[in-house]
């Protein structure tokens, strides 16, 4: 995997990581993970753990990732949050927005949800074309590739 280039775009470092930190404290809890138990299943250290959801270290592009394999969420959101992808080049959908605003459900369910209707949007997107084969990704599939 190359080096990912930091591209942080809010003027206020510390506001954006504690508001990361918060965002990640608050997944584990809704996941019913401990600090140690998260620690344990991404492979980082307690402390480094802590300090990143207490907003005082800046995790690379590979802690987000392995985070967001424990949470079951996306990575991207945790990018996104971080201010390594620009949420501009990675819109969601309405019917995404919905799913992820909804307090109902978990958010495995609300990547299982979101998983589901990207798939139909795909296959729709290929019915739509007649069936050809296009060498071309669909625009959907080149968003989920990223």
């Not at 591209?7 to 918060?22: N, V």
């Not at 299943?41 to 592009?61: D, F, H, M, V």
């Amino acid at each position: 995997m190359g080096a990912m280039v930091w591209m942080i775009r809010s003027p206020k470092i510390s506001e954006q990581l504690g508001s990361l930190g918060e965002f990640i404290a608050s997944q584990r809890r809704t996941a019913q993970l401990s600090l140690r138990q998260l620690a344990e299943q991404t492979g980082i250290s307690n402390p480094y753990l802590s300090q990143i959801e207490r907003g005082l270290r800046k995790p690379s592009a590979e802690v987000l990732l392995q985070l967001s394999k424990a949470l079951r969420i996306s990575a991207e959101t945790l990018y996104v949050r971080a201010g390594i992808l620009d949420p501009d080049d990675h819109p969601a959908t309405p019917v995404e927005m919905a799913v992820l605003a909804d307090m109902a459900i978990t958010e495995r369910q609300k990547r299982v949800l979101i998983d589901v209707y990207t798939s139909f949007v795909i296959e729709n997107e290929k019915t739509a074309n007649d069936g050809q084969a296009s060498e071309q990704p669909t625009q959907t599939e080149a968003r989920r590739r990223k």
